[in-house]
T-cell receptor
Framework: DQQVKQNSPSLSVQEGRISILNCDYT??????FLWYKKYPAEGPTFLIS?????DKNEDGRFTVFLNKSAKHLSLHIVPSQPGDSAVYFC?????????FGTGTRLTIIP | DTEVTQTPKHLVMGMTNKKSLKCEQH?????MYWYKQKAKKPPELMFV???????INESVPSRFSPECPNSSLLNLHLHALQPEDSALYLC??????????????FGSGTRLTVV
């Protein structure tokens, strides 16, 4: 049972444009959602989180939107930069047990 | 120091060997975690330690034995592993367990191959 789903395995975006990564979840008990970025041969790096009682959180170029009724969240990166090319994991957190999605590989095209 | 350090980076072991993975952090984090990531799959939680005590064991086989000797160090002792245990083992830490979400810091992982 995949509780956190990222249905797009890959995404290519032009540099300077907006990248939108989507995530759906089935477990309504998640109390936080997090986004992690992962480069090859490195561990995941924390990007941004959102509490389940909020609908938006913004940090610099990164904004996460949460739609609880649709059990959907998205990560917006604007403007996209070449260094943003990585695999992005959507993560659900209940009692600090993290459940990772399968990841979306984002490629920023110069 | 804002890192989680894992050693070794790569490990090849036979099915009869005993080996240990090590994870260290000096950020004062009181919760530490082991995750296992198989190829092309997301990381999956194995163990959670909070204040040096085991809080969660996700039904992990006994051939994996975690140990938290102090608040900065987390070990994973391996014995009689199977080839299907080959994976990337990730260690993570967070400020505290069950006290709000501060994000987690992950190490770079140990790439384990069982032959």
């Amino acid at each position: 049972d995949q509780q956190v789903k990222q249905n797009s395995p890959s995404l290519s975006v032009q540099e300077g444009r907006i990248s939108i990564l989507n995530c759906d979840y089935t477990n309504s008990m998640f109390d936080y959602f997090l986004w992690y970025k992962k480069y090859p041969a490195e561990g995941p790096t924390f990007l941004i989180s959102i509490s389940s009682i909020k609908d938006k959180n913004e940090d610099g170029r990164f904004t996460v939107f949460l739609n609880k009724s649709a059990k959907h969240l998205s990560l917006h990166i604007v403007p996209s930069q070449p260094g943003d090319s990585a695999v992005y994991f959507c993560v659900g957190d209940v009692n600090e047990k993290l459940t990772f999605g399968t990841g979306t590989r984002l490629t920023i095209i110069p | 120091d804002t890192e989680v350090t894992q050693t070794p980076k790569h490990l090849v072991m036979g099915m009869t060997n005993k080996k240990s993975l090590k994870c260290e952090q000096h950020m004062g984090h009181r919760a530490m975690y082991w995750y296992k990531q198989k190829a092309k799959k997301p990381p999956e939680l194995m163990f959670v330690y909070s204040y040096e005590k085991l809080s969660i064991n996700e039904s992990v086989p006994s051939r994996f034995s975690p140990e938290c000797p102090n608040s900065s160090l987390l070990n994973l002792h391996l014995h009689a592993l199977q080839p299907e245990d080959s994976a990337l083992y990730l260690c993570a830490s967070s400020q505290a367990y069950l006290q709000g979400n501060y994000g987690y810091t992950f190490g770079s992982g140990t790439r384990l191959t069982v032959v």
